[in-house]
């Protein structure tokens, strides 16, 4: 009979209740600030980071899963009787975390030659960020409760972050400066004019796909990029960071928009954070343009 595990990265953004609640396996990340050494989810909470965040002035910086660690984890899932493990890791764009599990994944059977047709390794890279995989893993969850195969599961789970995208506003561009994501020159220019950068996110990239001026002028563009975007009637999600209010005046917008509400909510943490800052606010959905 299979038994199937579900395993991702920190940076799926994936409530602390459902690792618990559904057995999804989550690696933290190691994040870097000046000396000190943190380790997401065991150090700090969200709250937490967004504090450290704010008192720090350097850049902090997160380090990759290695091939090592994830051939542990492989070992050990292994050896607690699964016969599938289903692995969904960050952008490969933005971390070598996928490749290095695909190599973790040939080295395992290679070390456990037993486990070849007994143990089956999927290893999917998200082509995103936080929710964007964080929501097909959750789903994924129920489907395994159902009985389906884990074939089907991770061909689900491919099929979303394929057609996935994210619209993603920052209400400071001081993060992205600090980062290099976005020009000191064009930074400064931006806060100055009081601009704000809607991004899209989809299929490895990270672009600015408009901009508008004012914090006000944010939560309308969203709704009308989402609405001109998503598959009719599929589910959406609300990403969000320190800023519980603009997460629920975006909710009820676009409750009122589409005629149903988003059916989860992810807080970002520490590997998102740290790019973007603590106050961003965007949509995760599936598009018809993608």
Not at 47 to 53: A, G, I, N, S, T
Request: proline share 5%; aromatic share 12%.
């Amino acid at each position: 009979m299979a038994k199937i595990k579900l395993l991702t990265d920190a940076a799926a953004d994936i409530p602390a209740e459902y690792e618990k609640e559904l057995g999804i396996r989550v690696i933290p990340f190691k994040v870097a600030m000046g000396d000190k050494t943190y380790t997401s989810g065991v150090d700090f909470d969200n709250e937490k980071f967004y504090r450290m965040l704010d008192e720090y002035d350097g850049l902090p910086s997160t380090s990759q899963i290695t091939a090592f660690e994830y051939e542990e984890i492989f070992a050990e899932i292994y050896g607690e009787g699964y016969t599938d493990v289903i692995n969904v890791t960050i952008n490969r764009e933005g971390s070598a975390t996928y490749n290095n599990a695909v190599m973790a994944a040939e080295s395992f059977y290679e070390n456990h030659p037993e486990a070849k047709g007994k143990f089956k390794i999927y290893n999917i890279d998200s082509e995103g960020y936080t929710g964007a995989y964080g929501y097909p893993l959750i789903q994924a969850a129920g489907k395994i409760k159902k009985g389906i195969p884990a074939d089907k599961i991770a061909a689900y789970i491919t099929d979303w972050v394929k057609n996935c995208v994210i619209f993603f506003a920052m209400y400071t561009l001081k993060y992205a400066r600090k980062s290099g994501r976005i020009p000191s020159a064009a930074a400064f220019v931006g806060e100055v004019m009081g601009l704000r950068p809607i991004m899209r996110i989809h299929d490895h990239e990270i672009k600015t796909h408009t901009k508008v001026r004012g914090d006000k002028a944010v939560i309308p563009k969203i709704i009308e990029l989402t609405a001109g975007e998503i598959i009719p009637k599929t589910p959406y999600c609300i990403v969000y960071g320190k800023d519980e209010a603009v997460r629920d005046e975006l909710a009820k917008a676009m409750t009122k928009k589409l005629g149903y509400p988003p059916s989860e909510f992810f807080q970002i943490g520490a590997a998102i954070s740290i790019n973007a800052g603590p106050q961003v606010v965007g949509v995760i959905f599936k598009s018809q343009k993608s």
